[in-house]
Structures are given as C-alpha cells and as structure tokens.
C-alpha cells in the first residue's frame, strides 16, 4: 500500500493543557472523531488557541473524513507555529487525500525543509511527483526511501512504478518484485507484469497478469494487459478474446483497438484494422505505435510516398524505433531514393548490433527477474 494510505498523527502536547483538549485528545485516541472535535473547538473557544490544540483538531477533522475543516484547523495552527514539521506533513496529508496534489506537494516539501530526510514526508512527496507524472523526481525521492528503508514495501513498489514509467524495465521489474513478495497486491502483480512486458518476457508476464486477475477480477485494464502477454506468445485467439473483453468494460481503452487493429491488419482484415487503428489514433492523436501501423497499410497499397512521411515523423519523435526504421529503408528503396535506404540499412544493422549486446549483457537478469516472478507466483497459488 502505498503512502498515500497513512494516517495523520496528533502532535504531541509542549505544555500543560486545558481539561477541555485533555478530554479531546483522548477522545481522538479511542477515534472518537466527533467527541474529540467538539471537545477541541470548546478548549480553543474558552482558552488562548495553540497550534497543539489547532492541529490535534485537524487531525480529528481527517479522522472523520473532513478534510476542508482540517485544513482549515492545521493552516491556523501553522501562523502560531510555522516551525512543526508535523503539522505540515498533516496539512500535506489532508491536501492529498483531498485530491490537491500540487498542493500536497508544496507542504510535504516544507515539512522536509524543517526535519530533511524524513522517509514518511519523503514516500508522500514522491508520491505526489509520482500522481503529477513527474517521473524523474518521483523516481529519486522514492530511492532515497528505498535507500533508507529497503525493507518497506510502498517505498520500494513506488520506486519500481516510477522506474516503469521511465522505461527502465529490468530495474522496475526486480524493484516490485521485491515489493510484491511482501504485500501480495492485485495492483502490484500488475505492475510486475508490465515491467515484464518491457524486457519481452511474454510468458512470465502472463503469469503474474494471471494472478492479478485471480487476486482481483475487477482490476482496471487487466484484460488489455493479459491481451498484450498473449499476442506476444503469438496466441492470437486467446488474446483477441481478452481485448474484446477489456472493450467490452471500456470502449475507451487504448491498447485493447491498437492491438486489435494490429491484429486485424496482420491477419489481412483491412476494414476492422482501419476501424479500431482510427478509434486508437482518436484517443491518442499522434501515438507512433499507430502511425506505424498505418505505414505499413501505405506500403501494402503500394503508396510509399506516404509510409515514408508517416515513418519519417514517427522517427523524428522516436529515434530507435526499430521497426519503423527497417520500414522507412524499404520506402526509400521503392521510391527509387537509393542513398536514403543505404544509410537507414546501416543504422538499421548498427542498432540490431547494439541491441543483441544489450541483450547479452543483460540477458542473466532479465532471466532472473523472470523466474523470480514465476516463483512468486507459485508461492502464491
């Protein structure tokens, strides 16, 4: 579970308190949200207000849900105290859980300025970087957490996640593996399964697809991902059956009409290919893996001029996309432009060269986080 779950907690009390806030606070250790609300706003009415009164009450405010009313109650008492990191990591709490992450962010931020280091406010603001997809400071502040506590599963699962997003697929997949053996989440199998998917271990992502679903049949998406591992072990059927349930629950989902429309266009089905490739190109105008898509129709019908422009583009965006690369040479030599195809031949075989090495030298991990995926799996059968 991720930081965002913590709970807020009461700042402790400097000095001798009013028998009004002594009732509150033991109202808030036994959850008594609403006595210990009534007993606090009592004190603070009869007695000078304190931040330690203020900021007790806006923990009881979060305890009960009311997160406006708590951030009320903490931002007084940070113009009493402006120096609680405390009380900041609360306010951020309350921020965050009340859906205002930049705000969340600008809090736990200040709470690190008074007490740096902090692996609590440190996971939350990586968190927020993470929501906000700020990948990059989300990857590092949430290495910093994992550094100082390797042992604590959110840390190490945010971390893995933001890696995820940054392409770093080999790193992620043994940083949530790390994770997921210690809280065995629908979520965190997901995501494993997706760092699978990033080094091509198509049949170990499966698995840990599968067991996501098993551990929660309702999980977002879960489809379109078990839809991805089966295309990629050339399971057309099983696979085409999965994105048609994913479209099913969501019309919308991007990678269930990519897919389909890929899988349509290898199997000659040019009608439904254009049908779903136009419903993904709706839904993420631009996207290269479509526009590949529809070069490759360009080549079929013998329009080369207009696979190169569509490829041209995609390798302006995507430098090492393969594919597109090995394409755009064909183009450029049925377009009779000759030293054009030379040259994308060449980097074509210097970028295969490069990724075989890639893959010698890495191939012992990936294998490694592989099988470990398939062990937690068995384990948790």
């Known amino acids: 579970m991720l930081a965002g779950s913590a709970l807020a907690v009461p700042t402790p009390q400097t000095r001798k308190e009013p028998p009004d806030c002594v009732e509150g606070d033991y109202a808030l250790a ?8 009534a007993q606090f ?16 009450l806006g923990v009881a405010f979060a305890q009960k849900g009311d997160f406006d ?48 280091g902090n692996p609590k406010a440190l996971e939350l603001l990586a968190l927020c970087h993470y929501q906000m997809d700020q990948f990059e400071l989300a990857a590092y502040e949430a290495k ?53 998917l990033g080094v091509k271990a198509y049949r170990n992502a499966l698995e840990a697809f599968l067991q996501a679903e098993k551990t929660d049949p309702n999980l977002p998406g879960i489809h379109s991902d078990l839809g991805i591992s089966y295309a990629g072990l050339a399971q057309t059927e099983q696979a085409t059956a999965e994105f ?15 897919y ?8 000659g089905n040019d009608a439904d290919a254009q049908r779903f490739l136009a419903k993904a190109n709706q839904l993420r105008p631009g996207d290269s893996s479509v526009a590949y898509e529809y070069a490759v129709l360009a080549m079929q ?47 074509v075989n210097a970028m295969k060269r490069e990724a075989q090495a890639q893959v010698d030298a890495e191939g012992q991990e990936v294998k490694k986080a592989a099988e470990q995926a398939r062990s937690l799996a068995d384990k948790h059968h």
């Open 244 to 258: 048609k349930k994913q479209l099913a629950l969501d019309p919308d989902d991007f990678n269930a009409n990519y």
């Open 69 to 116: 009313h708590a951030i009320q109650a903490y931002t007084q008492a940070l113009a009493l105290d402006s120096n609680d990191a405390n009380i900041f990591l609360n306010l951020g709490l309350a921020y965050l859980k009340s859906k205002h992450v930049k705000e969340a962010a600008r809090e736990f931020a200040r709470s690190l300025m008074i007490k740096p």
């Open 260 to 267: 389909l429309g890929r899988l349509d266009r290898l199997a």
């Open 144 to 196: 910093l957490v994992h550094d100082a506590l390797p042992d604590e599963a959110s840390g190490t699962l945010l971390y893995g996640l933001a890696c995820l997003h940054l392409g770093l697929y080999k790193q992620a997949a043994t940083l949530i593996y790390s994770a997921v053996s210690t809280n065995k989440s629908a979520e965190g199998f997901k995501a494993l399964g997706e760092a699978l």
């Open 30 to 37: 036994q959850h008594q949200s609403d006595l210990a609300i």
């Open 301 to 347: 019908a013998g329009d080369y001029a207009k696979a190169a422009s569509l490829l041209e583009g995609i390798l302006q965006k995507v430098p090492g996309y393969l594919d597109a690369r090995v394409l755009l040479a064909q183009a450029y030599f049925r377009l009779h432009r000759t030293q054009d195809g030379k040259r994308e031949s060449a980097l």
């Open 41 to 56: 706003q009592k004190c603070i009415a009869e007695n000078p207000p304190s931040a330690e009164a203020l900021s007790n």
